[in-house]
């Protein structure tokens, strides 16, 4: 049985272990989006890791399984949700294919690539949510080729409330192994941070897109 609470905490543990999350509140990164973040997530690293990507990919298993039921396909998003969605495709014994960003550029122009098998249902499989616009991109071109999506599984979410809405606006459910919230009470309770460290995270956590601004005025 997928026991959210044990797994938001043994994945955030995973993730802190091996840096896949870095957390710098007094060096904040620089997001491609310009956000200032003391937070960086590279989920990509965990692939390198054979015991937690098999943590990773049974969870996501079991998670998908209790949400969502029975499918008949996965589905990653390019380029990181690629390999962890095949990873669970294998494991359930399931068809994979995976969906680009935008139409590929030569050859036969597809945005989805596998065997197509219109009418599936099928679960997206993404390695992080910030504000789901990517994600919800992948989903809109599976359901324009004929695909019905249950839903989508991620191994990571930051949390913000946009996310939120911009999955219920467009009437698709998601779940994530862990989450901001999960990651900051695990990395407090065993020193990786400080609590004014805590401080400037749940500051950030609250107005991300603003907090870069004022940290640097």
């Known amino acids: 049985m997928f026991n959210t ?39 990509r690293i965990t692939l390198s ?44 014994g399931l068809p994979f294919i995976y969906v680009r960003s935008k139409p590929k550029e030569h050859g036969r122009g597809n945005m989805i690539e596998g065997d197509v098998l219109t009418g599936k249902r099928v679960v997206v499989i993404e390695d992080l949510i910030s504000t789901g616009g990517s994600s919800l991109q992948a989903v809109a071109a599976l359901r324009e080729a004929g695909y019905d999506v249950a839903g989508l599984a991620a191994i990571f979410s930051y ?33 990786y941070i400080t609590r004014k460290d805590v401080e400037v995270l749940r500051e950030w956590r609250a107005s991300p897109s603003t907090w870069g601004v004022e940290a640097t005025n």
């Open 49 to 92: 890791h054979p015991p937690i990507r098999t943590y990773i990919r049974q969870q996501l298993t079991k998670a998908i399984q209790e949400k969502f039921g029975s499918v008949g396909c996965i589905a990653g998003v390019a380029t990181a949700g690629i390999p962890q969605g095949a990873l669970v495709a294998q494991e359930l």
């Open 159 to 191: 949390g913000f409330d946009i996310a939120t809405e911009n999955f219920k606006a467009a009437n698709c459910p998601f779940i994530t192994l862990s989450n901001y919230s999960a990651l900051i009470n695990y990395a407090e309770e065993h020193q």
């Open 5 to 43: 609470t044990e797994t938001e905490q043994q994945v955030a543990e995973f993730l802190l272990q091996i840096k896949a999350i870095k957390l710098q509140p007094n060096n904040p990164f620089t997001w491609a989006s310009g956000w200032k973040s003391p937070i960086y997530c590279d989920n």
